[in-house]
């Protein structure tokens, strides 16, 4: 088993630039969950799907941040326009039912 | 307002000897816990887990223990050994509203050779 895959691991932009975070959940597994890591705020919970459907995103920060998971492996984070205070660790993590989640290794993003 | 917290951000133990790491709850409807161990460069890894039902649970050389009434639970590791210098993060679900957990802030543990 691969695990979860996040591309790309790391990711340098200029602000205001568009930013697309991938992630291919582990085979199986039924959730899907966007993380992000800063020194400040910890890990938080941006978004949470369920049977690709999207069931708690309020812990996405504005309109700028969206998310989609168009099929059961496959699943995008889209930063536009992307802004310095968003650089941070993404993390994707995925599980079945209620069992532990499953991380991915993370996106380094840095916006300049 | 942070639910879930780790007080000490980071904690520093002699090989062999015990670690106790630290978390404080405020939201009582929290019904399981976890445990997670991240090093750097790398995703958080799952750990160990307990049910609010139980108030203790092991796995080799770590146990979790839980103590409802005061909120908090903690993470013992012993022997302590150099490999399990990394930061943890306790995590707290409530089960009946979904699949999402609650992440503390994390605790910084090295293990000196």
């Known amino acids: 088993d691969a695990g979860v895959i996040q591309s790309p691991r790391h990711e340098v932009t200029e602000m205001g630039q568009e930013v697309t975070l991938r992630c291919k959940p582990i085979?199986?597994?039924?959730?899907l969950f966007w993380y992000r890591q800063t020194m400040m705020r910890g890990l938080e919970l941006l978004i949470y799907?369920?049977?690709?459907?999207?069931?708690?995103d309020s812990g996405m920060p504005e309109d700028r941040f969206s998310a989609k998971m168009p099929n059961a492996s496959f699943s995008t984070l889209k930063i536009q326009p992307s802004e310095p205070r968003d650089s941070a660790v993404y993390f994707c993590?995925?599980?079945?039912?209620?069992?532990?989640?499953?991380f991915g290794p993370g996106t380094r993003l840095t916006v300049l | 307002d942070q639910q879930v917290k780790q007080n000490s951000p980071s904690l520093s133990v002699q090989e062999g000897r015990i670690s106790i790491l630290n978390c404080d709850y405020t939201?009582?409807?929290?019904?399981?816990f976890l445990w997670y161990k991240k090093y750097p460069a790398e995703g958080p890894t799952f750990l160990i887990s307990?049910?609010?039902?139980?108030d203790k649970n092991e796995d080799g050389r770590f146990t979790v223990f839980l103590n409802k009434s005061a909120k908090h639970l903690s993470l013992h590791i012993v022997p302590s050994q150099p490999g399990d210098s990394a930061v943890y993060f306790c995590a707290a679900s409530e089960v009946r509203a979904g699949n999402m957990l609650t992440f503390g802030g994390g605790t910084r543990l090295m293990v000196k050779p």
């Open positions: 799907f369920n049977n690709n459907v999207p069931i708690d």
């Open positions: 307990i049910s609010s039902i139980k």
């Open positions: 939201n009582s409807m929290f019904d399981y």
């Open positions: 085979s199986g597994h039924n959730s």
């Open positions: 993590a995925s599980n079945f039912q209620y069992n532990e989640q499953f």
